[in-house]
């Protein structure tokens, strides 16, 4: 049987968090690594922006310093995500994988929410994917990651359960995504910028568009279950089995340099 390499990091910074998934990019692309697994966490938060998306668009950078939130700018695209009490993946894969059901980004981004859906399943959290409907807007207009469930993301109750983004390179996919345990949304709409006046109507919107893990259960999950039953959610869709394993001196060194040079700087995290 296949397998792929598995990493658990528990809480890193955002600038570190964004470095390892950059690095483990490169060296699937170099062919130095098999495909990875990869499950973190978030030590301060972080306020992850889109590799696109305008610093004034969903980032109020006076608030993020207020609530110790720092701001990086994410490979991939999409709009903002505050990334607190959640565990979040994320994959590295050619995307000629044989286990995918096809090579286009939806087909892929199929194949994926469906190793998700089996985690939350095995969790307790009856979820699917989005359908084929045009997405609702961001009714803040100001970039709001989960106000917008996208085709094939994961949804519970018919709220947005699990907000993901994807990139491609010389033929290998990253994809990460966010898995709220809980939230403070007066926080998110502070550093998102949401206006004051009305954030009493984007408040109940945004109860009504999305959810956590915790309200889906009635209860805080436990973070190593949650591991666990997402690597068996991956390892049943991919046919294949997650083997632990250690980053190389290699691999120490590139996150080291990515996270100065690049993630840990403002003249990429806060680039127009």
């Known amino acids: 049987m296949e397998k792929f390499r598995s990493f658990r990091d528990g809480h890193m910074t955002p600038a570190g968090n964004m470095a390892k998934d950059e690095t483990l990019l490169r060296t699937v692309i170099a062919g130095t690594s098999t495909p990875c697994i990869r499950f973190y966490q978030w030590e301060p938060p972080g306020l992850s922006i889109g590799r696109f998306q305008k610093i004034e668009n969903g980032v109020d950078l006076d608030a993020c310093r207020k609530h110790g939130v720092d701001v990086v700018r994410r490979l991939t695209g999409g709009e903002a995500v505050l990334h607190d009490n959640e565990l979040t993946y994320s994959i590295?894969?050619?995307?000629?994988?044989?286990?995918?059901?096809?090579?286009?980004?939806?087909?892929?981004?199929?194949?994926?929410?469906?190793?998700?859906?089996?985690?939350?399943?095995?969790?307790?959290?009856?979820?699917?994917?989005?359908?084929?409907?045009?997405?609702?807007?961001?009714?803040?207009?100001?970039?709001?990651?989960?106000?917008?469930?996208?085709?094939?993301?994961?949804?519970?109750?018919?709220?947005?359960?699990?907000?993901?983004?994807?990139?491609?390179?010389?033929?290998?996919?990253?994809?990460?995504?966010?898995?709220?345990?809980?939230?403070?949304?007066?926080?998110?709409?502070?550093?998102?910028?949401?206006?004051?006046?009305?954030?009493?109507?984007?408040?109940?919107?945004?109860?009504?568009?999305?959810?956590?893990?915790?309200?889906?259960?009635?209860?805080?999950?436990?973070?190593?279950?949650?591991?666990?039953?997402?690597?068996?959610?991956?390892?049943?869709?991919?046919?294949?089995?997650?083997?632990?394993?250690?980053?190389?001196?290699q691999e120490k060194k590139m996150t080291e340099f990515l996270e100065s040079s690049k993630y840990g700087n403002d003249s990429w995290n806060l680039k127009a």
Not at 120 to 134: H, N, R, S
């Open 92 to 249: 590295i894969i050619p995307f000629t994988h044989p286990g995918f059901d096809g090579r286009g980004v939806v087909d892929t981004y199929r194949t994926i929410s469906k190793a998700l859906v089996k985690g939350l399943e095995l969790t307790g959290v009856g979820a699917t994917m989005a359908g084929d409907a045009p997405t609702r807007p961001d009714p803040s207009g100001q970039g709001v990651c989960f106000y917008t469930p996208t085709v094939n993301e994961i949804v519970a109750d018919g709220k947005k359960m699990i907000g993901s983004a994807q990139t491609r390179e010389k033929l290998v996919i990253l994809q990460h995504g966010s898995i709220p345990i809980d939230w403070d949304i007066d926080k998110q709409f502070d550093v998102m910028a949401i206006p004051k006046e009305n954030r009493e109507v984007f408040a109940n919107l945004f109860r009504n568009r999305a959810t956590t893990i915790s309200e889906q259960l009635g209860k805080r999950p436990n973070i190593d279950t949650l591991v666990k039953n997402f690597s068996k959610g991956f390892e049943e869709v991919f046919d294949m089995e997650l083997e632990p394993s250690e980053y190389t001196m």
